[in-house]
């Protein structure tokens, strides 16, 4: 066992009840590794966690959130090919705000050539959820026309560069118009200022309806996205932070012929998300180190501010991604 510094979160509630405190971290298997994490960046999911309301899956620690890490191999498990200091990132299931974090090696990706760790913490969640959900899941293809939901989130910041990378069409929205100001000249795209809800006339207006919805936003937007897709377009539902549940106008998905699917990363089995960190290691992570991509930083705070960092995602004023550092 080796110990570490790990946030905790000590009974469900508000920012207030998280702590830092030591925690014993197991050896690694056959197949794992130890990395000594750098930073990790903040999701949603975590102050969902942090409240009780998003447990944590099976294998992962139940009180110990961070769904993302970057950081330098530690100490490496039988029949590995990696090395003791390379750096590295990925998902996990949960355990990510700690020093050391147990992982398999299949589900480690490179940190980009030249990138500082505390940049590469920002990559993993927001760039793999919009890889696999746009292209993996609803198969974007070049010239098509892809509506992005709450484009200044990370996962939002993420899917508008793949976009454009893939020769597709973006379209981005946000309640608030200085979201949209500030992230003016990350990549081609058409924002929709929407403090109402409202955007499919918008979108229809734009591009006479989009072939994939990325929905960050769920229940609240459901019959929104049917209207403004065109026929047989495809949508999927990443996030649910306007609601879990709103009816399903069934005319519309069946005149258009419309696809939707769900996806989750956090929860998927382990041969899930190896082919996934395989796949983005070769097809995406070489884009970072030429320039074509990049992690959009809201800002970078120790790990000490772990609880302002969900205040201040909570108040909804982040742009991109907030990281937390041991450094």
């Known amino acids: 066992m080796a110990r570490a510094r790990a946030v905790r979160i000590r009974a469900p509630g508000g920012p207030e009840v998280l702590e830092l405190v030591d925690v014993e971290v197991p050896d690694p298997?056959?197949?794992?590794?130890?990395?000594?994490?750098?930073?990790?960046?903040?999701?949603r999911a975590d102050l969902l966690q942090r409240r009780g309301l998003y447990p944590a899956p099976p294998g992962s620690p139940l009180d110990i959130p961070g769904l993302e890490y970057a950081g330098r191999v530690a100490v490496c498990g039988e029949g590995v090919s990696v090395a003791v200091g390379d750096p590295v990132m990925g998902i996990t299931g949960g355990g990510g705000m700690a020093t050391l974090l147990r992982v398999h090696e299949?589900?480690?990706?490179?940190?980009?050539?030249?990138?500082?760790?505390?940049?590469?913490?920002?990559?993993?969640?927001?760039?793999?959820?919009?890889?696999?959900?746009?292209?993996?899941?609803?198969?974007?293809a070049a010239g098509e026309r892809v509506l992005v939901h709450a484009v200044a989130s990370g996962v939002g910041t993420a899917a508008i560069q793949l976009a454009a990378s893939a020769g597709a069409r973006a379209l981005g929205t946000s309640r608030t118009a200085d979201?949209?100001?500030?992230?003016?000249g990350l990549a081609p795209f058409t924002p929709l200022h929407v403090?109402?809800?409202?955007?499919?006339?918008?979108?229809?207006?734009?591009?006479?309806?989009?072939?994939?919805?990325?929905?960050?936003?769920?229940?609240?937007?459901?019959?929104?996205?049917?209207?403004?897709?065109?026929?047989?377009?495809?949508?999927?539902?990443?996030?649910?932070?306007?609601?879990?549940?709103?009816?399903?106008?069934?005319?519309?998905?069946?005149?258009?012929?419309?696809?939707?699917?769900?996806?989750?990363?956090?929860?998927?089995?382990?041969?899930?998300?190896?082919?996934?960190?395989?796949?983005?290691?070769?097809?995406?992570?070489?884009r970072f180190a030429s320039g074509e991509l990049r992690p959009v930083v809201d800002a970078v705070l120790p790990m000490r501010e772990v609880a302002e960092a969900h205040a201040r995602m909570e108040r909804n004023e982040t742009v991109g991604k907030l990281v937390l550092s041991w450094g």
Request: charged share 25%; net charge negative.
């Open 106 to 140: 299949r589900e480690l990706v490179p940190v980009p050539e030249g990138m500082p760790l505390e940049q590469a913490a920002a990559i993993p969640e927001a760039f793999m959820t919009a890889f696999d959900a746009m292209f993996e899941q609803a198969e974007l």
């Open 29 to 43: 298997g056959p197949g794992q590794v130890l990395v000594e994490v750098a930073a990790s960046a903040l999701n």
């Open 195 to 286: 403090p109402d809800g409202k955007f499919a006339d918008a979108a229809r207006a734009a591009v006479g309806g989009v072939d994939v919805i990325l929905d960050l936003v769920g229940g609240a937007y459901l019959e929104e996205n049917l209207r403004a897709l065109a026929p047989r377009g495809r949508m999927v539902v990443v996030g649910l932070v306007g609601g879990v549940a709103a009816p399903m106008p069934l005319g519309l998905l069946l005149a258009k012929r419309l696809r939707v699917f769900g996806s989750v990363l956090r929860a998927r089995p382990l041969e899930e998300k190896a082919a996934l960190a395989q796949r983005f290691s070769r097809l995406v992570v070489p």
């Open 179 to 184: 979201k949209l100001e500030r992230i003016d």
